[in-house]
């Protein structure tokens, strides 16, 4: 009797702690798993634009072809107030040494917008996770490529290519995810007001952290989306997989915080790194450099006609000789 009593006391425990964990689950509204299409050509719960083509095994955002823009995004908002976000991935190419650009996870306001920003609007709102390809040369950065960061933008802060975002971006890491034959994660874990970036590219099934910075304020209410282009230089940017989780924080007053409202913020930013603009020539250096060719121009003249008078004299006096 003693023991049937100690097993239905075990029994009763599990589905308590069962019960406690109800909150820790997969969102299905928010994720993204094969089989994708549902009826016609439509993915329930999410919209496609762009260069973006859906097949059997993935979605592919870009081909391997110059100046294409894709992106998916998110139809119904996030209202999650800690969350993680895993997405299964693969980029690659024909590519050695050249490639690009590259694709960006987002947490926006706005969702189905272009612009420059890998494929989506610039001055945005929320949060990107930037998955970075191509290499600017135009100054140095201190990283290699690929490279990983995080932005988090009010509306307020422009995206720079050139300084590829070093100047806006809370953290980075480098990251060679690109042309690797098995597959690719990264994941994105909001818990507590601190973003936690991590990555699985050595096929180990064990996360790796790239990066944690404490204190970012994200609203609730956003969308969740991601974008890619290529340019000059291209690439395959695949999605294979998207997957959010709710995260199970019990007595966490801030769970209580109205955060619809707020506007995304960090407390915290990389130093700015230097950066070396290609020089620009004022008028008055233009100016200068036309009298300095035209003092040439004239030098040059002028040792000619020295050379032909020269040779005139040399072949008077060797006439003169000659008689």
């Known amino acids: ?29 928010h994720c993204l798993i094969r089989p994708y299409q549902g009826s016609g050509m439509t993915i329930p719960y999410w919209d496609f ?9 993935y979605i592919r955002l870009t081909p391997d072809s110059q100046s294409k823009q894709g992106a998916i995004w998110n139809s119904v908002p996030c209202h999650v107030r800690n969350w993680e976000l895993q997405v299964h991935f693969k980029v690659h190419g024909k ?25 989506n609007q610039d001055y945005f709102q929320g949060l990107a996770i930037i998955l970075d390809t ?25 995206y720079d290519h050139d300084r590829d975002g070093t100047h806006t971006q809370i953290a980075g890491c480098e990251a060679n995810f690109r042309n690797l034959e098995h597959d690719t994660h990264i994941s994105m874990r909001y818990e507590r007001d601190t973003l936690t970036v991590s990555t699985d590219f050595s096929n180990k099934a064990a996360w790796k952290e790239c990066f944690s910075v404490k ?19 291209s690439d395959n940017h695949d999605i294979l997989s998207i997957r959010l989780f709710e995260l199970d924080l019990p007595d966490d007053p801030r769970d209580q915080e109205d955060r619809s409202n707020i506007l995304p913020s960090a407390a915290y930013f990389d130093a700015p790194r230097e950066h070396v603009d290609d020089p620009k020539q004022s008028a008055l250096s233009r100016i200068m450099f036309f009298l300095l060719m035209l003092v040439v121009a004239l030098a040059l003249i002028a040792c000619v006609v020295i050379g032909i008078m020269w040779y005139q004299k040399h072949q008077e006096n060797s006439r003169k000789r000659f008689y």
């Open 1 to 29: 009797m003693n023991v049937l009593s100690f097993w239905i006391l075990i029994s009763v425990l599990e589905l308590v702690t069962a019960e406690w964990n109800t909150k820790d689950y997969m969102k299905r509204e």
């Open 49 to 57: 634009m762009g260069s973006t083509m859906v097949t059997n095994n």
């Open 95 to 119: 590519g050695k040494d050249l490639f690009g650009d590259g694709f960006v996870i987002w947490y926006a306001r706005e969702r189905m917008k272009t612009g420059p920003v890998f494929g």
């Open 134 to 158: 191509y290499s600017n040369h135009n100054g140095p950065h201190n990283h290699q490529h690929p490279y990983i960061s995080a932005m988090v933008n009010n509306g307020s802060l422009h």
């Open 215 to 233: 204190d970012i304020k994200l609203p609730t209410g956003y969308y969740f989306g991601i974008s890619a282009t290529t340019g000059d230089l």
